[in-house]
T-cell receptor, first 112, second 114 residues
């Protein structure tokens, strides 16, 4: 099955700082790759996805590029806001059973 | 109205009690999932259902059972709750007609077993 390694949090940044959250995965074949975000007190919601090598997913200023050669899908944002404070989950999909495999999540705290 | 709803949102119970968590969806999706979330462990899949007659165990199904009463409803039961089942539980849906990979989550049920 698939597995995911995410950088540990919490990550604390000042507003307008650059964000990178690392994610690497192991999988059979070429899975679709997802980032989900969980705001305080809420369920997870899709942030972005990429379905094949070199694809770039983007949404709300966040980006991640599907890197097959390094099996990575790092999340980036050029200028974070306080409202981006949340927990971010990397998740490949597939690898038998058509399921998502979630990483442990990385908490982001953005301060003024 | 939310597309995926869960009831109750919070529940405190005692060891040995039977508990049912309910999930309803108005998205018309065939696939439904139950996950639990524990601090530092991400989300783990308990059960999933690809249609009313297709139910499958996930990674951590021991101690849990499910019922898919209709396309729109998927319930999770703890037959005899124990303290290490204290967690945040999420229901999710996906649509196989659009690839089935994007999942839509409910707001979660916080369960505490004393």
């Amino acid at each position: 099955g698939n597995s995911v390694t995410q950088m540990e949090g919490p990550v604390t940044l000042s507003e307008e700082a650059f964000l990178t959250i690392n994610c690497t995965y192991t999988a059979t074949g070429y899975p679709s790759l997802f980032w989900y975000v969980q705001y305080p007190g809420e369920g997870l919601q899709l942030l972005l996805k990429a379905t094949k090598a070199d694809d770039k997913g983007s949404n709300k200023g966040f980006e991640a590029t599907y890197r097959k050669e390094t099996t990575s899908f790092h999340l980036e944002k050029g200028s974070v806001q306080v409202s981006d404070s949340a927990v971010y989950f990397c998740a490949p999909w597939g690898g038998g059973g058509n399921k998502l495999t979630f990483g442990t999540g990385t908490q982001l705290k953005v301060e003024l | 109205d939310a597309d995926v709803t869960q009831t109750p949102r919070n529940r405190i119970t005692k060891t040995g009690k039977r508990i049912m968590l309910e999930c309803s969806q108005t998205k018309g999706h065939d696939r439904m999932y139950w996950y639990r979330q524990d601090p530092g462990l991400g989300l783990q899949l308990i059960y999933y259902s690809f249609d009313v007659k297709d139910i499958n165990k996930g990674e951590i199904s021991d101690g849990y059972s499910v019922s898919r009463q209709a396309q729109a409803k998927f319930s999770l039961s703890l037959e005899s709750a124990i303290p290490n089942q204290t967690a945040l539980y999420f229901c999710a849906t996906s649509d196989p007609l659009t690839g089935g990979d994007t999942q839509y989550f409910g707001p979660g049920t916080r369960l505490t077993v004393l």
